[in-house]
């Protein structure tokens, strides 16, 4: 139609669904053509042309182009698709556990940047001596949530600190709270009436970074449960460009995406039917360890573990990802 391109919301939505079609169409052609090469691999290889070497090389990028298909067909949740807004906490511990929550944030920017998604610092409150005491990251891909929903809950850290004089082994925590990016396809209702705005400057490192008007914005809106009844205030802080009206725009985004969140949480409620006997997925519960001297971290709800701990630091946890979808994905479905 020759005005496509005139209604821009409909069209983007129209061309996300395209390309949604196109990764299923070219995943089908990429596992016929490898599985075609996989036949032919096993006469070749009774002919004496091509080593078993070869043969099981092919037989490795086949399973891995399936099982990535198959994980990909477990999200099927009309939130999945979505990025996230991904917030990290620091828990007690003082400056060994904000330490601890600046080695999950860059593991989960190492992550983002692994997969070429866009990321951008919502909020950060740095810590008193080192690490950090919170930060809000938007997480911008396709099925980024799908994926790093997992992530939501309480990560521990077992490790020999070295802010501790006596060289003791610690325990630090932090929490990882993790929520849909809601895009323009999703229609979220904000009252104006319970919306009001603060403004600040933007902390600066000195010097010329000192941000010399007041860009940061604190929005607060006055929040109703409509199922409930409860009524409670939501605080959203944004200090990501110098822009005070572009601020603006991206703290009424993260609102609605808390907003959409909350709206989720009631329907997973009234469509959560998993056995007494399984592990409950609750927000908020510990959900890894990451032991260091003992080179292990582990997953507490798979059982899924690795001694790779350096190449989870960096970004590595698709194995996670994986192995709760293939445990947990099918008890979130309607």
């Known amino acids: 139609m020759p005005d496509f391109w005139e209604h821009q919301k409909e069209a983007e939505a129209q061309m996300r669904k395209i390309k949604q079609l196109r990764f299923w169409i070219d995943g089908y052609a990429e596992v016929d053509k490898i599985c075609g090469e ?5 006469d070749f290889v009774k002919e004496g042309l091509i080593e078993e070497a070869e043969l099981d090389d092919i037989y490795a990028r086949a399973v891995a ?3 990535n298909l198959e994980l990909h067909n477990m999200l099927r949740q009309e939130e999945d698709k979505l990025g996230v807004v991904l ?5 007690a511990g003082g400056t060994e556990s904000q330490d601890w929550a600046q080695m999950l944030m860059r593991l989960y920017l190492r992550w983002a940047e692994k997969h070429g998604h866009k990321t951008s610092i919502a909020q950060l409150l740095e810590g008193d001596d080192a690490g950090i005491k919170s930060v809000t990251i938007n997480i911008e891909g396709d099925y980024v949530y799908g994926y790093l929903k997992s992530e939501n809950g309480v990560h521990r850290l077992v490790r020999v600190s070295p802010y501790n004089a006596q060289g003791k082994r610690m325990t630090s925590f932090a929490s990882v709270f993790v929520t849909p990016l809601v895009d323009d396809t999703i229609e979220i209702n904000v009252s104006p009436a319970c919306v009001s705005w603060d ?3 933007s902390g600066g490192a000195g010097g010329q970074n000192v941000n010399k008007v007041e860009s940061g914005v604190r929005l607060r809106y006055k929040y109703k449960d409509p199922y409930t009844g409860e009524e409670e205030e939501i605080l959203i802080e944004n200090t990501e460009t110098r ?9 009424m985004r993260q609102l609605k995406s808390i907003l959409y969140e909350k709206e989720l949480n009631h329907r997973r ?6 056995e007494d006997s399984k592990m409950k997925i609750e927000w908020g519960s510990q959900i890894r360890s990451y032991v260091f001297d003992d080179r292990r971290v582990k997953d507490h709800r798979t059982g899924y573990q690795t001694s790779d701990v350096n190449g989870v630091m960096d970004g590595d946890i698709d194995a996670f990802i994986k192995a709760y979808l293939m445990e947990f994905s099918g008890a979130n479905e309607q």
């Open 38 to 42: 996989l036949e032919l691999g096993f």
């Open 65 to 67: 182009l399936i099982e």
């Open 87 to 91: 917030k990290i906490n620091s828990g």
């Open 199 to 201: 403004t600040f400057r």
């Open 243 to 251: 822009d005070q009206p572009k601020n603006k725009e991206n703290a």
């Open 269 to 274: 409620a009234e469509q959560r039917k998993i």
